[in-house]
């Protein structure tokens, strides 16, 4: 930090620097490689290029920008989204072990209308595959589930979230360990923490349960990364199998018999 602690105040003020504390090392890291005055030519051409405004950007379109950091508890408020023929559609967010296998299920799901793979809920901005599986981060493999309402409900994709992994085993799924790999619900309202607190609930009170404890967490979501996209739509495109139980899934929640 010391080297640009005398930066021009204009600069200072970019968005860049500003409610981004987890981006600082990766910031002096980059001046000790180019040196103070490289950085500060980068700083002018970013200032002209990008214009002042949130530190981070929306959940989806038409979603409410908060800043990322500073902001764990916050709850991001997503208002229901429309699609080009006025039907209504919802997101929800859901982490359970690798994002392959979780994404390829709901793809499955009537009235799942788009899946998408990414991290969540972690310290550091717009982080890698590498980066998160490094399980310095704190993000979790989350899946993106853009669903439409009048379809299928919020309780019922949670229910098939909680038959698709094992939601006992604490930052592992399988044979993959890490903090990464976590059970977690990342909620956007308060409609959907209390579904999601009410079917763990009854879950936990349930003979499969009664001797194990759930661990998932159940959590207001925070910004969403879209992760590379070699890793989006993976098990379709490799034909590679995953860990989750799709078809017991499905027919925990009335899909197939």
């Known amino acids: 930090m010391r080297y640009y602690l005398n930066l021009p105040r204009k600069y200072v003020k970019?968005?860049?620097?500003?409610?981004?504390?987890?981006?600082l090392p990766r910031i002096?890291?980059?001046?000790?490689?180019?040196?103070?005055?490289?950085?500060?030519?980068?700083?002018?051409?970013?200032?002209a290029a990008q214009p002042d405004g949130p530190t981070a950007a929306?959940?989806?379109?038409?979603?409410?920008?908060?800043?990322?950091?500073?902001?764990?508890?916050?709850?991001?408020?997503?208002?229901?989204?429309?699609?080009?023929?006025?039907?209504?559609?919802s997101v929800a967010y859901f982490a359970g072990g690798c994002f392959w296998g979780i994404e390829h299920a709901f793809g499955r799901v009537p009235g799942v209308i788009a899946t998408e793979?990414?991290?969540?809920?972690?310290?550091?901005?717009?982080?890698?595959?590498?980066?998160?599986c490094s399980d310095r981060t704190g993000h979790a493999e989350s899946v993106k589930v853009v669903?439409?309402?009048?379809?299928?409900?919020?309780?019922?994709?949670?229910?098939?979230?909680?038959?698709?992994?094992?939601?006992t085993q604490l930052n592992r799924q399988g044979p993959d360990i890490g903090s990464q790999y976590r059970s977690a619900i990342f909620t956007v309202s308060n409609e959907q923490k209390r579904i999601a607190e009410h079917v763990l609930g009854e879950l936990q009170g349930s003979p499969p349960y009664a001797r194990r404890e759930i661990v998932t967490e159940i959590e207001p979501a925070r910004k969403f990364w879209s992760a590379e996209e070699y890793h989006q739509n993976y098990i379709e495109r490799t034909q590679r199998a995953c860990h989750v139980n799709i078809e017991a899934a499905l027919a925990a929640i009335g899909i197939i018999d």
């Not at 970019?14 to 981006?23: E, G, L, V």
């Not at 002096?28 to 200032?47: A, D, E, P, W």
């Open 14 to 23: 970019m968005p860049i620097f500003r409610n981004n504390s987890s981006a």
């Open 28 to 47: 002096q890291y980059t001046v000790k490689m180019i040196g103070i005055r490289h950085f500060i030519l980068l700083l002018i051409i970013c200032s």
């Open 58 to 89: 929306t959940i989806a379109e038409g979603e409410t920008v908060i800043p990322f950091s500073n902001t764990p508890d916050t709850e991001i408020k997503a208002p229901e989204l429309r699609s080009d023929n006025g039907k209504n559609r």
């Open 117 to 132: 793979s990414g991290y969540q809920n972690g310290g550091v901005e717009d982080p890698t595959y590498r980066e998160v």
């Open 147 to 167: 669903f439409d309402p009048t379809r299928i409900g919020y309780g019922q994709l949670v229910r098939f979230f909680f038959k698709l992994h094992d939601p």
